[in-house]
């Protein structure tokens, strides 16, 4: 009997395909809104995730002076290399320590110019980051420690100087200072905070504070922690040194800040996965309007179909049996809208996720819910005009015209 | 099967005091005021009588779509009047099929859907279902119009239709309330030869009402309402037998 029933429901269906179509839009909207909501939050949250571990995995970032907000740091006196060395020295569990300083200067090559970032960096600045050079190589041990005019360019400042041409072996000018190229960095693309991680000039430390600062000053240390070390325990170990070092009273403030790119990753994710879950639910929203316009029209089609009914009733059909042929043309038709939702939300979110350049990542649970979602959506929006036809008098149905 | 009943037949249709009420207090009026009516197996009965005179009214009772306000009525041997919705629908599945008047076909239906409902809710398999409703559509000679729908085939193919979708089941009653109403005296004599021979080939006991004499002649038996109640009620030798 239930076959039977589902043969009359689809029957009806295919006798109004446009009607249907339009019955179940509401339907295909809402499916498609919450699964490409969902699987394009998902494939944000991977990619931000990705981005910051690219920065180098378990990697802290220590810098002078408090932290007021993003971005804002209020004066404090920078670190000395001795504080690199002494955090190598103390901190146990570390991979590597790298003290850099850095200022924006604008670069000279022949007629071309260029504004960028130009870093003094020390050798664990590679391990730290996870970064190594492309073409070219590293600095020496000598080149480090006598403060050598050498530099190693990232891709954009090769791009912005030398075009196609390559960069190492040729000479750029920083302010006063002639500089010879001897490697360009491996492309690494846009942060996600949206700024370029190829824009930028490297050299010796020492080539930094001696040629350019005309100080000893440390902008910035950045600390890898080796696998398998707590990223926690490291940052209060360096917090408790650096208080010591620099002569903090006892109960004031730090005037420096230990960040670990961990928490921050943690939290970004968080974020994103939060704003996921905020869109999935007005998508959802979506969806329950889509049920409601169903409810409306199969209640349009029971009063437009009334005498059918009656004629069905004085054939020999049962309470139940109308009942459920309704019920169920509301299932096919909205369990029909869910999969055309699916559909057009996978071709859909693969497309917005390859134009946003944003890893697709296949939710099957999402897509699952979302389709058990909209057949409940029949259910519960298709039972009551379904009652309604059942409880007709089928001689009140048969005078209907 | 004999077309005569014999005084031993129990009754398949058994109506006695039947009165139907329709609205309350002073705007009350009585359709039916005491029928008495009792038809056997085989019969084929003409019911007439004036426009509002309960003919429609006694049709829905013994169709089980409508219940008397008072009286009895039995079909085979069963009081229907103490039956629930869905045992009186089983019955109409099972035991009757209706042609009513105005052909009642679903629209947008091909001819063949039409005849396939009464079976589908039978539960017939697939291709049963569908031999049966197309011999069905060559009894009341519509070979080759199975795929056509209602707004599509002329008033006389619609009633056949009709008949066809009331006869598939092989029911035991045909109840047929005006079938040659709306269509001309030739489409109407070829209607009447089919109901004719549906009661004398399968011996389907056949109630039909109608207005005018022609029609009434190919009955058995003539049944006069007059004002809710039966006037007369004469047996003669069918046109046909
Ligand atoms: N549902 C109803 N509500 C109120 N009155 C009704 C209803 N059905 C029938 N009647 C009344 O009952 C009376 C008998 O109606 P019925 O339909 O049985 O007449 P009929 O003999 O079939 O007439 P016709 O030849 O015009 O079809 C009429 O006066 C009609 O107005
Ligand atoms: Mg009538």
Redesign the interface.
């Known amino acids: 009997?239930i076959w039977?029933t589902i043969?009359?429901a689809l029957?009806e269906i295919r006798?109004n395909v446009l009607r249907s179509f339009l019955t179940v839009l509401g339907i295909v909207i809402g499916v498609a809104a919450v699964i490409i909501m969902v699987t394009l939050g998902g494939g944000v949250t991977v990619k931000v995730g990705d981005q910051i571990s690219s920065l180098g995995s378990n990697l802290l970032i220590i810098t002078p002076g408090k932290r007021m907000g993003p971005g804002q740091v209020s004066g404090a006196g920078p670190f000395k290399i001795e504080d690199a060395t002494a955090i190598a020295r103390e901190i146990p569990g570390l991979a590597g320590v790298a003290p850099m300083s850095s200022r924006a200067m604008t670069v000279v090559f022949g007629n071309q110019n260029w504004s960028t970032m130009v870093s003094g960096i020390t050798d664990d600045y590679f391990s730290v980051r996870g970064w190594a050079v492309q073409s070219g190589r590293e600095f020496n041990a000598s080149e480090l420690r006598s403060g050598a005019a050498v530099c190693i360019v990232g891709a954009t400042v090769q791009t912005k100087l030398f075009g196609n041409q390559t960069a190492v072996g040729n000479r750029i000018r920083l302010q006063k200072i002639a500089c010879e190229v001897i490697g360009v960095m491996e492309a690494k693309g846009q942060s996600t905070m949206g700024t370029d991680q190829d824009d930028l000039v490297l050299m010796p430390l020492r080539t930094f504070q001696r040629r350019i600062a005309g100080n000893t000053d440390v902008n910035m240390i950045q600390v890898s922690a080796q696998k398998g070390v707590s990223t926690e325990k490291v940052q209060r170990d360096i917090e408790r040194l650096l208080h010591e070092l620099r002569h903090i009273p006892a109960n004031s403030e730090n005037d420096f800040n230990v960040m670990d790119m961990k928490e921050i990753t943690k939290m970004l994710t968080n974020t994103t996965k939060v704003l996921t879950g905020l869109l999935g639910a007005v998508a959802a929203v979506s969806l329950l309007v889509g049920g409601i316009g169903i409810m409306n029209i199969m209640l349009v089609s029971v009063t437009e179909r009334t005498?059918?009914i009656?004629?069905?009733?004085?054939?020999?059909?049962?309470?139940?049996?109308v009942l459920l042929q309704f019920l169920v043309e509301a299932i096919v038709l909205s369990s029909f809208g869910g999969l055309i939702g699916i559909v057009l939300a996978l071709v859909g979110s693969f497309a917005i996720a390859s134009a946003l350049s944003v890893p697709f990542i296949f939710n099957a649970q999402i897509v699952l819910i979302a389709f058990l979602f909209s057949a409940a959506v029949g259910v519960i929006f298709g039972y009551f005009p379904a009652r309604k036809a059942a409880r007709l008098d089928?001689?009140e149905a048969?005078r209907h015209e | 099967m004999s077309a005569q009943p014999t005084a031993f037949d129990a009754p398949l249709i058994e109506l006695s005091g039947v009165t139907k009420s329709y609205g309350s207090g002073s705007a009350s009026m009585q359709a039916l005021r005491g029928v008495d009516l009792t038809i056997h197996q085989g019969e084929f009965v003409a019911i007439m009588g004036a426009s509002g005179s309960g003919k429609s009214t006694i049709m829905n009772i013994i169709g089980c779509l409508d219940t008397p306000t008072t009286g009895s009525y039995r079909f085979k041997g069963i009081a229907v009047e103490q039956l629930d919705r869905n045992q009186r629908a089983q019955l109409r599945r099972y035991e009757l099929g209706f042609v009513f008047q105005g052909f009642n076909l679903l629209s947008r239906t091909s001819a063949l859907e039409n005849v396939e409902l009464p079976l589908i809710y039978r539960g017939l398999p697939n291709a049963e279902r569908r031999q049966l409703a197309l011999n069905a559509l060559a009894t009341v000679g519509l070979n080759g119009w199975a795929s056509h729908t209602p707004s599509e085939l002329s008033g006389g193919q619609q009633q056949r239709v009709a008949i066809a979708r009331a006869i598939v089941t092989q029911p035991a009653v045909l109840l047929a309330d005006e079938p040659t109403g709306n269509l001309d005296s030739a489409r109407s004599v070829e209607v009447m030869e089919m109901i004719t021979r549906f009661n004398q080939e399968s011996g389907i006991t056949v109630v039909m009402v109608t207005h005018e004499p022609d029609m009434a002649a190919f009955a058995s038996r003539v049944v006069h309402f007059h004002d809710g109640l039966v006037a007369s009620d004469k047996r003669q030798a069918g046109v046909a037998s």
């Open positions: 009997m039977n043969l009359l029957r006798r005498r059918e009656g004629i069905r009733m004085a054939i020999g059909a049962m309470e139940r049996e089928p001689i048969l």
